[in-house]
């Protein structure tokens, strides 16, 4: 909660945001299994097994962009310069997903395009890729100002489309950049430190947190344990292609 303010506040923009999020789901015929699942099963969900959910399968990331629009679901749209979806293949193997945009990225209107993202880039292409080939998002689509951590009613706004892109593109393979992404993808309170170094499951994909970029800017050490991380995804991936 930002400091100084009132509880109540925070509470109706939280609730504000759910009634939205759920709104937005039941126009578009999605799952709302959600709603009766506790919050430490909703990693093991998967949203493609739901009977019915055709449409939901075969939502491109086009539709999900243009479902976004010009959004105001939560309070961030009053101080972000651009909405930052997220970009790369939609057919991507593998989804790097950071925690929210920075100053950088809020004026160009792409993920990781500051410092940060200058470092994530030589780690895509040292795995052979390019980021073209693979994709990348953010969980909030908008800056939070200060870059402070994304409030649970932002989170609440922006995590179903996050979910969309996620099934549109069906990667083989999820990296989550940093703490704040990798607990919020796994609703896990675990530090980065224990959770890195192997896979876990978000919606039956194969999720492998890691350090983020920017901590690596600071704490160069810990470059030798991404790469173990990241020789890891890529060993899967060179393990479904030979399956």
């Given amino acids: 909660m930002v400091a100084g303010q009132d509880p109540s506040v925070e509470l109706l923009e939280i609730i504000d945001s759910l009634i939205t999020a759920i709104t937005l789901d039941r126009e578009k015929n999605h799952p709302l299994s959600y709603l009766g699942v506790e919050r430490s099963d909703v990693s093991s969900v998967h949203y493609a097994e739901v009977p019915g959910n055709d449409e939901f399968e075969k939502e491109t ?3 999900v962009h243009a479902s976004l629009g010009d959004c105001r679901r939560c309070g961030l749209h009053a101080t972000r310069r651009n909405i930052v979806f997220g970009e790369g293949s939609s057919r991507a193997q593998v989804v790097f997903v950071g925690e929210a945009p920075g100053e950088d990225e809020d004026r160009q209107g792409r993920p990781f395009v500051g410092r940060a993202g200058q470092l994530l880039t030589k780690i895509i292409e040292a795995m052979s890729l390019t980021r073209g080939e693979v994709y990348i998002c953010n969980i909030l689509k908008c800056r939070p100002p200060g870059n402070r951590n994304p409030l649970p009613g932002e989170i609440l706004a922006c995590e179903p489309f996050l979910i969309r892109q996620m099934e549109a593109i069906k990667p083989r393979v999820i990296c989550a950049l940093g703490t704040f ?13 224990t959770m890195r170094g192997r896979f876990h499951n978000y919606h039956g994909i194969p999720l492998m947190p890691t350090y983020h970029p920017a901590y690596l800017l600071r704490n160069a050490s810990a470059k030798k344990l991404v790469w173990e991380d990241v020789q890891q995804i890529m060993k899967r991936l060179q393990t479904v292609e030979k399956s």
Avoid: F
């Avoid at 990798?182 to 430190?193: D, G």
């Fill in 181 to 193: 992404a990798a607990r919020t993808l796994l609703k896990n309170e675990a530090p980065i430190t």
């Fill in 61 to 63: 990331l086009q539709a």
